[in-house]
């Protein structure tokens, strides 16, 4: 099955979110900004792909190690 790993997220401040090897999530600010977000399961990825909405990345990003990038 291929995984599109790339999401455009309907959000003021996130703007676009990458699925990496390794279970890593890279997450592109409004300003520019990037933020490394860890240990994200592929099925945390697919609902933010379905959702892709603030809520839906706020969730990865309050419950993950995280790290400006």
């Not at 997220?9 to 600010?29: F, K």
């Not at 706020?58 to 790290?67: D, I």
């Amino acid at each position: 099955m291929f995984i599109d790993p790339i999401v455009h997220i309907d959000s003021p401040l996130y703007v676009e979110a990458e699925y990496q090897e390794g279970a890593e999530l890279l997450v592109w600010l409004s300003t520019g900004s990037r933020l490394l977000v860890r240990d994200v399961s592929v099925e945390e990825f697919l609902e933010l792909q379905r959702e892709a909405d603030h809520q839906a990345i706020v969730k990865p990003l309050a419950t993950h190690r995280r790290q400006w990038v």
